[in-house]
């Protein structure tokens, strides 16, 4: 089954712990994309990746860091999480570029104490 | 920079009755425009999406939109809601082009109910 995946679904933890939230896909897409859902806010994009090794800003990035070592895998990053980065985070996959369809995971709750 | 915005944050409409969910974009060139759907606990997905092509663009579960570029907008419509319809909707633009800034920005989503 095409999917993506994401691990874990959600996460508490603490202020200055570092964690990764890992995600997958099994489409063979190119683009890769990291999103923040907040209320009243809707999803603001926080890293994207136009392929392997080719990672770029969106609008919200202070605070992540990604990889892109293989095409299928794309985690992110908190170095030292912060309560204001408790969220709803999604990860998305597009066959070549942000024109195509994007594909969405089941989302990662995180609450950061 | 290009941006989007979705007027109503919450939309209530009976069964039956017309669905219109409205979103106006900002953009210096030509952009691409996508609808999407997450119902409770899910990620979203695609309902539609407008490249350029015909204006009209039909979508599933019944949407539709038009791109209307005098007017900046992409307004989602349904002629008659249904109970399943229940979600929230997000308007979505990128741009064409050869910018290396190929960020997606999306509007910050409308509630629809559906009242029976």
């Known amino acids: 089954e095409a999917q993506v995946t994401q691990n874990p679904r959600y996460l508490i933890t603490v202020t200055g712990k570092k964690l990764t939230v890992t995600c997958s896909q099994n489409?063979?897409?190119?683009?890769m994309s990291w999103y923040r859902q907040d209320p009243g806010l809707g999803l603001r994009q926080i890293y994207y990746s136009m392929n392997v090794e080719v990672t770029d800003k969106g609008d919200v990035p202070e605070g992540y860091k990604v990889s892109r070592k293989e095409k299928r895998n794309f985690p992110l990053i908190l170095e030292s999480p912060s309560p204001n980065q408790t969220s709803l985070y999604f990860c998305?996959?597009?066959?070549?570029?942000?024109?195509?369809?994007?594909?969405f995971g089941p989302g990662t709750r995180l609450t950061v104490l | 920079a290009q941006s989007v915005t979705q007027l109503g944050s919450h939309v209530s409409v009976s069964e039956g009755a017309l669905v219109l969910l409205r979103c106006n974009y900002s953009?210096?060139?030509?952009?691409?425009l996508f609808w999407y759907v997450q119902y409770p606990n899910q990620g979203l997905q695609l309902l539609l999406k407008?490249?350029?092509?015909?204006?009209l663009v039909k979508g599933i579960n019944g949407f539709e939109a038009e791109f209307k570029k005098s007017e900046t907008s992409f307004h989602l419509t349904k002629p008659s809601a249904h109970m399943s319809d229940a979600a929230e909707y997000f308007c979505?633009?990128?741009?064409?082009?050869?910018?290396?800034?190929?960020?997606?920005?999306f509007g910050s989503g409308t509630r629809l109910s559906i009242r029976p």
């Open positions: 998305a996959s597009s066959l070549s570029s942000r024109y195509n369809e994007q594909f």
């Open positions: 407008y490249t350029s092509a015909a204006t």
């Open positions: 953009s210096s060139v030509p952009p691409y």
């Open positions: 489409m063979n897409h190119e683009y």
């Open positions: 979505a633009v990128t741009t064409v082009g050869y910018s290396s800034a190929s960020k997606i920005i």
